[in-house]
C-alpha cells in the first residue's frame, strides 16, 4: 500500500543494540511465532571464508616477550642491589650528587647604561672571567674554554725587551767605559776580518798546481812512451803466472796427517784451560780489590755530578742565546759606537745612528719571537 496509509511504528523502530541473554530467553516463547515464519539469518559467504576455521591455537609471540640486552641488564641489576646493601654509591649516582644545583629562582643581572658614572669600573686586563655554570654542563655542551697549555706561559727567552746599552755608548761617556766599548768592537771587527780570510785562503788557487807547457806536453806524450815497455814486459809475466799456478796447485793438494790434527786439536784444548784458569784467578783476585773499586766507582759518580752540574750550566747560558728557528742564522746586530773624536759635549750637537726599526726588528729575533730573516731582493 501507500506509505502515508502506513503507521509510524512500522516504518520506523528503535535500535537499543543486542539483548541480554536472560532478556532473550524470557522473550522467545512470547515472539516465538513471528521468528519460525521467516528464514533465519546467516552470515555473508565472504564473511565466511575470512573467518578462522582451524583448531590449532595459533603460537605464542616470542618476540614479543623478548627484551634486548636482557640477561646484561639483569646482572647489571643484581650487581647494583649487591653494592646497595654493601652501602656503596655507584659513579654514576655519585657524579649526579656531586653536581651543583643550579639557582633558578636567581635572577638575572641587568646590564646598567654605559652613561651611568655609577657603574662597576671594569678592568680589562684584570683576571679572567670565571665560568659560573656547571662544569659537566660546559663540557656537555661544548662551551667549555679550552685549557691553556702551560708552554704557552714560559717565555721563549729570559732576555728583555729592551736592553739597555753599554755605558761607553752615552753621549758624553767616561773614558775607560769608552775604551772598554771601543775593544769590544774591534774584537767583533777582528772576528770578522779572520772568517773573511779564512773564505780568502779556501778560495785561493796554488800557483803550483797551474798548468805550464812542460805539464801540457807530458799529459799529452802519456800513454804512447808506456805501451812498448808493457809489451816487452808481457812474455815474462806470463812465465811467471804459470809457475805460480803450479806452485799452487801444489799447495792444494798437500794434506793434514793425523797426528797433526791430533796436535792441533791438543793445543787448542790446552789454550782453552789457559784462559779459563786466568779467568778464575781473575775473579779470585778482584775480590782482594774491593778498596780500589769502590774509589773508582766514586770517583765516577763525582764525575757524573759534574758533567750534570755544567750540562745544568750550559743550558742556563743557552737561554739567552738565540737559537736556531730557521735556515738561516741570527747575525748580532753591529754595535753602534762613536770614536773619540766624533764624541760630542752636547745632546744638541750629538749625530744620531742606527734605526730604531732595525733594532727592534733584531730584538724579536734575538728572543726567539721570530725568525732570522734575509731581505727580499
Do not use: C
Amino acid at each position: 500500500g501507500l506509505l502515508s496509509e502506513k503507521s509510524d511504528d512500522s516504518l520506523f523502530f528503535l535500535d537499543v543494540g543486542q539483548p541480554k541473554k536472560a532478556e532473550q530467553k524470557v522473550a522467545e516463547p512470547v515472539e516465538e511465532k513471528k521468528k519460525r515464519k521467516g528464514k533465519a539469518s546467516r552470515p555473508l559467504r565472504i564473511d565466511l571464508i575470512l573467518q578462522h576455521d582451524s583448531l590449532v591455537p595459533p603460537p605464542k609471540d616470542v618476540l614479543a616477550y623478548q627484551q634486548p640486552n636482557a640477561k646484561k641488564l639483569r646482572r647489571i641489576a643484581q650487581k647494583a642491589e649487591q653494592l646497595a646493601a654493601k652501602g656503596v654509591v655507584p659513579r654514576r649516582q655519585k657524579q649526579l650528587l656531586n653536581r651543583r644545583p643550579l639557582d633558578r629562582t636567581a635572577k638575572k643581572a641587568v646590564t646598567e647604561a654605559n652613561n651611568n658614572p655609577d657603574r662597576d669600573y671594569y678592568d680589562m686586563w684584570g683576571q679572567e672571567y670565571k665560568d659560573a655554570a656547571d662544569p659537566w654542563y660546559l663540557q656537555q655542551t661544548g662551551k667549555k674554554r679550552v685549557k691553556r697549555p702551560e708552554k704557552l706561559n714560559e717565555k721563549p727567552s729570559v732576555l728583555p725587551a729592551v736592553e739597555v746599552i753599554a755605558p761607553g755608548g752615552s753621549y758624553n761617556p767616561d773614558f775607560f767605559s769608552h775604551q772598554a766599548l771601543l775593544q769590544e768592537a774591534h774584537e767583533v771587527e777582528v772576528k770578522k776580518q779572520k772568517e773573511a780570510d779564512k773564505i780568502e785562503r779556501q778560495l785561493a788557487v796554488n800557483r803550483e798546481d797551474t798548468a805550464t807547457e812542460e805539464t801540457v806536453f807530458r799529459e799529452q806524450v802519456e800513454g804512447l812512451v808506456e805501451e812498448e815497455n808493457e809489451e816487452e814486459a808481457a812474455p815474462n809475466g806470463e812465465e811467471e803466472e804459470g809457475e805460480d799456478v803450479v806452485v799452487g796447485a801444489i799447495s792444494l793438494a798437500e794434506k793434514k796427517t793425523e797426528r797433526q790434527r791430533k796436535k792441533e786439536r791438543a793445543e787448542k784444548i790446552k789454550e782453552q784451560r789457559r784462559l779459563a784458569s786466568r779467568r778464575q784467578i781473575g775473579q779470585h783476585q778482584q775480590l782482594f780489590q774491593l778498596r780500589s773499586i769502590k774509589a773508582s766507582i766514586k770517583q765516577q759518580d763525582q764525575k757524573t755530578k759534574a758533567k750534570q752540574k755544567q750540562r745544568k750550566a750550559n743550558q742556563e747560558a743557552q737561554k739567552a742565546q738565540p737559537r736556531r728557528l730557521g735556515k738561516l742564522k741570527f747575525q748580532a746586530q753591529d754595535l753602534e759606537v762613536q770614536l773619540s773624536d766624533e764624541l760630542a759635549g752636547s745632546l744638541r750637537r750629538l749625530k744620531p745612528e742606527g734605526s730604531v726599526l732595525k733594532d727592534r726588528f733584531k730584538s724579536l729575533q734575538k728572543r726567539n719571537l721570530i725568525e732570522p730573516r734575509e731581505r727580499a731582493k
